[in-house]
């Protein structure tokens, strides 16, 4: 058993050459400065940052061989098996280049080949062929390169706009690996090699409002005139402080200096709104089987081609026809991998809301979307013959979730909501269209269809009006739930005087979870079968669906968390939670409801 690994590394950092051409003809100054600090800041750097090579050796060797036993009792001491020879020859190298192509604009380049030299028959080989062709590169067996692009968006130089920040992302990878070589001779041809990228993009920013309205003058009073109130608040708690300790309290009513006139106030309250986050992220992803060409130094088929210049770029565009019509992929029936799309998509943002001092609301969103797309038998030349290439079954696997608001329900109990339902599957079903049946349903719409029954679930729980379905793999907007929280009551003298921390919270959450939305393989063979009922009697729907579920949390609908001067703390939470299924394989409708009292009590050690 023999190893050999080597490798050679070699990593270069350029100094910056950064070039800004307007930064000498703007004065700073100037009046018109803050105007043209954008131009003046703008600048660009010609070449790369680091680069990096690497080139690595990782060889095996290894010999087994069996001895004949019964040939050797009977003497016979010539007699044995053959050796059994192994070998794994790699030879790869890979390469980065980094970017700073400006200040806020960042590129990283990265490619890694790993080759395998199996042309030399194993049968000839010795302890000795290991050190052979060191540097020979054999047949690509793994490709792989990636690509990442950020940049930070200029906001603060640019006046009134410095108060955002924000950064874009894009990023692709291309990935290919070799498959077995075992059918290349096969009547039935090769099962070729699969090719798969991604692409993944981000978007953040975030607004400091304050630091907006703080730009001008009339705003900069009024918060000066609140701090100075802050101060008023701060001296009265520590001459109550001071007063608790000597154990002289006496309640004494207090005016305060500083006051906002109407005006004021009205231009307070655009200031309420604090600090807004926004963060966004997209992950899609194609995988193509099949691929017959090796790829060249930057991914592309050496032989045949393919796949496209979009493609090794990240891009998601559909190319199983262009792949089918230029033979880039395997034919063979026994090549069933499924040519595979996917996607992830996540947003997510809150909002900082302050009306009042120590009244706090805390607003949030999120939502999140999947989906897979697979289709085997893709390979397949009859799909040409189809608009969509759809001669084989294509399957839509999609699952998404979104925060909503039912507070119209969430005191409601359970007979009340199901009643809902019916009712709204009425309704919804006339909104359809068709003859109408004894029970009020229209023909090929009873309550069992689920686009009738998803629909008149989400208005009931809800509390809304029924409406009909839509797009059955689109998430409606998503609606912000909330956390306020309220500590002024401790401001209240009388309160002052016997707390050092007097809170009042509430929250609130709920989520709407759809999964397992996926292609209906009896809607796929209408044309074949002529029938477009199932054995309920109702229309067969583009998309099936397995499950809906709400998740509604109060938590707390009212709690109190205080602390006495004397160091006791206390606390008490009353939550209210449900849970709402919809189960669309056997069409049942489990609730989950419960209640809970969360009681605190403890000191603080000093």
Not at 2 to 24: A, H, L
Request: proline share 4%; net charge positive.
């Amino acid at each position: 058993r023999q190893y050999f690994r080597g490798y050679i590394d070699y990593n270069y950092t350029f100094k910056p050459w950064v070039i800004k051409p307007f930064n000498k003809l703007i004065s700073d100054t100037a009046k018109s400065t803050k105007y043209l600090r954008w131009a003046k800041e703008f600048n660009f750097n010609p070449i790369p940052t680091k680069l990096s090579f690497r080139t690595e050796i990782d060889r095996n060797y290894n010999e087994l061989e069996f001895r004949d036993i019964e040939s050797i009792l009977s003497g016979n001491f010539g007699s044995n098996f053959d050796v059994i020879k192994n070998r794994n020859f790699y030879f790869g190298w890979q390469y980065g280049l980094e970017f700073g192509l400006t200040k806020s604009l960042k590129l990283q380049v990265n490619s890694l080949t790993r080759t395998l030299n199996d042309n030399i028959d194993v049968n000839t080989m010795d302890n000795s062929s290991i050190f052979g062709n060191v540097f020979r590169a054999g047949r690509p067996v793994l490709y792989n390169h990636r690509v990442q692009l950020s940049y930070q968006l200029p906001f603060k130089y640019f006046p009134y706009l410095d108060f955002v920040e924000a950064e874009l992302g894009y990023g692709f990878t291309y990935n290919w690996n070799a498959r077995s070589t075992a059918l290349l001779s096969s009547p039935e041809g090769s099962l070729g090699s699969i090719g798969q990228n991604t692409n993944v993009i981000t978007a953040k920013a975030s607004a400091d409002i304050p630091k907006f309205f703080s730009q001008f003058k009339y705003f900069q009073n009024i918060s000066a005139k609140m701090q100075k109130r802050k101060r008023e608040i701060d001296s009265l708690n520590n001459v109550y402080t001071l007063a608790w300790d000597k154990k002289r309290y006496k309640y004494k009513s207090y005016k305060f200096k500083n006051k906002l006139t109407p005006l004021q106030s009205i231009a307070n309250f655009m200031t309420s709104f604090k600090q807004l986050n926004f963060d966004y992220t997209e992950t899609n992803g194609t995988v193509i089987p099949g691929l017959l060409s090796a790829p060249n130094w930057y991914g592309y088929g050496q032989t045949l081609g393919g796949p496209t210049a979009g493609f090794l770029l990240g891009s998601q565009s559909d190319i199983r026809r262009i792949a089918v019509e230029n033979g880039w992929v395997s034919k063979s029936s026994l090549m069933t991998d499924p040519y595979i799309q996917m996607t992830t998509k996540e947003l997510r943002a809150d909002l900082q809301f302050v009306p009042l001092n120590d009244f706090r609301i805390d607003f949030n969103v999120l939502h999140t979307f999947n989906r897979n797309f697979s289709q085997s038998g893709y390979n397949d030349p009859q799909n040409l013959a189809y608009a969509n290439h759809d001669f084989a079954f294509a399957n839509n696997f999609v699952t998404y979730s979104n925060t909503v608001v039912a507070l119209n329900t969430s005191f409601k109990d359970g007979a009340a909501i199901y009643q809902a339902i019916r009712a709204n599957a009425v309704a919804i079903s006339q909104q359809m269209g068709g003859p109408l049946n004894a029970d009020g349903f229209t023909e090929g719409h009873s309550i069992a269809n689920a686009y009738v029954l998803i629909p008149a679930f989400r208005a009931a729980v809800e509390g809304k009006s029924p409406k009909a379905i839509g797009n059955a793999k689109k998430a409606v907007l998503p609606i912000p739930n909330w956390r306020i929280t309220y500590s002024g009551l401790k401001n209240i003298p009388i309160i002052n005087g016997q707390f050092s921390k007097f809170d009042i919270s509430h929250a609130y959450s709920a989520t709407y979870t759809a999964t397992g939305i996926q292609s209906s393989i009896d809607y796929y063979n209408i044309p074949t079968s002529g029938n477009n009922k199932d054995i309920n009697g109702d229309y067969i729907n583009p998309y099936t669906f397995s499950q809906a579920t709400y998740l509604e949390s109060f938590s707390p609908l009212i709690g109190i968390d205080v602390t006495m001067r004397n160091n006791m703390q206390f606390g008490l939470q009353y939550n209210k939670n449900r849970m709402l299924l919809l189960g669309l394989v056997n069409h049942t409708l489990t609730e989950e409801a419960n209640t809970e009292y969360v009681v605190r009590l403890g000191y603080i050690i000093r």
